[in-house]
């Protein structure tokens, strides 16, 4: 890709960026776009309406100032310690860029003084960007050395931001632990594999098994029920009323009339609704009273303290291994009801089915690699496609399809891996929406690092080397050669998946022409508003991504990095903005996500050191190539290091920490109310009673109030 290329791709995008907001800035700034902008504070009452004035239409950056000015302190007394966590990934990632960028100083010119590449080429829009590459340093050139340097002290900078990032969220959890009130999950453990006993049931085999082992701490149990079929019924009835309501909410004078079959007669569409609506909720009456004996051999348990949770925790149960199996319990809110009833050999089968279905999805995924590859290089395609050869010659066609609408098309079908991602982690048995979360994060992560760069990079490469992949013992030389020639790529696709895509973020496009069809076209500008969550399957993933490309490429192309500290910079600002306006946490983990991102951050490390290893080998510098062998080990040592010395911190609190935690409460006068609460906490919401609300003034609203399933 020439440099003119790769500026046409920045142009583009930094106009969308621009583009969207200055857009912001006044749509946010209109009433009827407050549910689309800031819905948290429209359901929690702190957005005050305001007269029309000249400020209303003109761009500000005020919302700036604000996300800038909020303490993290601010920011977690909001959006809990998930979302702080979130924003220490941005924290962390704008040091780490930072310290790259000055010595990036040091090696651009390096780099681009070389003549590996070309002596004569002085015409910088039509100079390559590998003229800006290690590609371009004389092979043997002692200057060489300097990036030896530079990726032993990046690696030791890294792992020091790694451990002190490390540090401060670990002692950040338990700071939030002392502090925090008294949680439902804390007091309560999950028990399967109930061992059936003749004659009584699954419920008394519980109460007498605690009763008898944890006299003092028992507190109380709620055994699971098959609930699967109830759970459909309730939803269909709750899909049914909302759209019966909307029906009765219209004003209009005209009969709601339609057919009842293709080509048949017509009927009164809200008697048929209304009948159906009574059908539904008396199946749903009759199926909670039957599965009230279809009891699961799994239940919630409950203690007084957390110490007595944390005891049945982490000690066997039973004489059996295999039976009185305890595990951590989510949140009741956090509680995922669909699957958690299913049978041990549903769920051993899913998870065998989303396991193959995620590698086929990897390997359909190499179509668009291949065609998003092909656009990067104009003579492929005029030899594919001769009709076009006439277009391709014209300059700024040439720039747009090599420099931006490779990246666009990759970012469109990427669109689509999360939301599967989610799809195939929700059936494979996990009991909470955190964990199926935490699940697609890692296939979203894993996927992405392999397709859009293994994948890229490889690709790149086999159109013109098409014997690459047999030497694939090889890996440090074979990607030693396909990874610096990407780089171009890569740039173009941060500035497209990275600055845009984070602008879009903000500016809520979707969201905002659905919002224009439900209040002008819908007539339902009086819908329940539901504050949306943040999808950190999805972000997590694209975070960490980059991060990738910013090591790997570091000493290989630094050309990149200023645009990646770009991406980093917006994101900040972005998502503090849209944690204190738009969105509200659904669970909280207590900063569980963070061990993905250190462990993704060494992968990249030492892919980076592998990619060394090789480029000084190819480069001939044997010894700078010898020298870098011990790296990875060292990094590797470290992560061995910090997985023992914090993650355990991650996994459950220390007795310290509980027994401490315990005494406090003890002189706490609301702790009896708490028990009451925790008894029921864990009742499955299939199992409450239906409660319809009529709407009497014309208004829309849910007729059939159920906890979301």
């Keep these: 890709m020439l440099l003119s290329a790769l500026l046409t791709s920045v142009g ?80 962390f990632s704008i040091k780490m860029f930072t310290f790259a960028m000055i010595i990036a100083i040091i090696l651009l010119p390096i780099n681009y003084l070389g003549d590996q590449l070309t002596l004569a080429d002085f015409d910088l829009p039509n100079k390559s960007l590998e003229s800006f590459s290690i590609s371009n340093v004389n092979d043997g050139s002692n200057r060489l ?87 459909k019924l309730i939803s269909d009835a709750d899909n049914l009323s909302r759209r019966l309501l909307h029906m009765k909410s219209r004003r209009s004078t005209q009969q709601k009339v339609g057919r009842a079959r293709f080509l048949g007669r017509k009927v009164d569409l809200l008697d048929q609704y209304e009948k159906k609506r009574e059908f539904l909720l008396e199946s749903v009456r009759m199926e909670q009273a039957l ?173 013109y080397q098409t014997n690459v992949f047999l030497e694939l013992k090889k890996i440090p030389n074979v990607l030693a050669v396909a990874v610096p020639g990407q780089a171009e790529f890569f740039i173009a696709y941060v500035v497209t998946s990275g600055w845009t895509s984070t602008s879009s973020e903000l500016f809520q496009l979707v969201q905002l022409i659905w919002s224009f069809i439900e209040r002008n076209i819908l007539g339902r500008s009086d819908d329940h508003l539901e504050v949306p969550s943040v999808l950190y399957h999805r972000e997590i993933p694209k975070i960490l991504f980059f991060v990738l490309l910013g090591i790997t490429y570091f000493f290989l192309a630094p050309l990149i990095l200023p645009f990646i500290l770009v991406y980093f910079c917006l994101g900040y600002i972005v998502f503090r903005n849209q944690f204190l306006t738009v969105y509200s946490p659904k669970y909280e983990t207590n900063g569980k996500f963070w061990p993905i991102v ?62 401490k935690k315990d005494k406090y409460d003890q002189s706490d006068a609301t702790m009896d109310a708490f028990y009451e609460k925790l008894v029921t906490a864990y009742r499955d919401p299939a199992l409450s009673p239906i409660q319809i609300t009529e709407n009497t003034d014309g208004h829309r609203s849910p007729l059939l109030q159920a906890i979301g399933i």
């Design 12 to 91: 583009i995008n930094l106009g969308l960026c621009l583009l969207f907001f200055t857009l912001y800035s006044v749509l946010k700034k209109q009433p009827g776009n407050a549910k689309v902008y800031a819905p948290r504070l429209v359901v929690e009452g702190k957005l005050q309406p305001s007269d029309f004035n000249l400020e209303r239409i003109l761009p500000s950056a005020s919302w700036v100032r604000k996300a800038w000015e909020t303490s993290e302190e601010e920011l977690l007394s909001i959006s809990g310690l998930d979302a702080v966590i979130f924003m220490r990934i941005f924290v």
């Design 145 to 231: 050395w300097i990036h030896f340097s530079v990726v032993y002290i990046f690696t030791g900078f890294v792992c020091y931001l790694l451990y002190s990032e490390f540090k401060y969220i670990s002692s950040k959890r338990i700071a939030c632990f002392y502090s925090s009130e008294p949680k439902l999950h804390q007091f309560t453990v999950l028990v399967r594999s109930i061992p059936v006993s003749s004659g009584i049931s699954f419920s008394e085999s519980v109460e007498n098994f605690f009763t008898q082992y944890y006299p003092d701490t028992y507190l109380s149990h709620i055994i699971v029920r098959r609930t699967s079929k109830l759970q």
């Design 291 to 463: 599965v009230t004996g279809q009891e699961v051999p799994a239940a919630f348990v409950s203690f007084k303290s957390r110490f007595g949770a944390a005891i049945a925790l982490h000690i066997k149960q039973g004489a059996n291994p295999t039976e009185w199996n305890t595990e951590t319990a989510p949140e009741p809110q956090d509680v995922y009801w669909p699957f958690f009833s299913a049978s041990f050999m549903r769920i051993w089968i899913s998870n065998y089915m989303a396991i193959v279905a995620c590698i086929v999805l990897t390997i359909l995924f190499f179509g668009p690699v291949l065609l998003v590859q092909s656009l990067t290089h104009l003579n492929q395609l005029e030899t594919w496609f001769p009709f076009l050869k006439g277009i391709l010659s014209m300059k700024l066609v040439s720039q747009v399809i090599t420099g931006y609408l490779p990246s666009l098309i990759l970012q469109m079908f990427l669109y689509f891996v999360p939301p599967i991602m989610i799809m195939l982690s929700s059936i494979q048995g996990y009991i909470a929406r955190s964990q199926i979360e935490k699940s697609a994060c890692y296939k979203v992560l894993w996927f992405t690092i392999w397709n859009v760069f293994f994948v890229n990079v490889l690709s790149g490469s086999v159109l």
């Design 598 to 659: 250190h462990n993704s951050t060494i992968f990249s490390l030492v892919l980076m050191h592998i990619i060394a290893f090789g480029i000084f080998g190819l480069k001939n510098i044997p010894l700078a190539s010898s020298f870098m062998i011990p790296l990875p080990v060292m990094t590797l040592l470290f992560n061995n290091y910090c997985h023992k010395r914090f993650l355990p911190m991650f996994d459950s609190y220390a007795a310290e920490c509980l027994i």
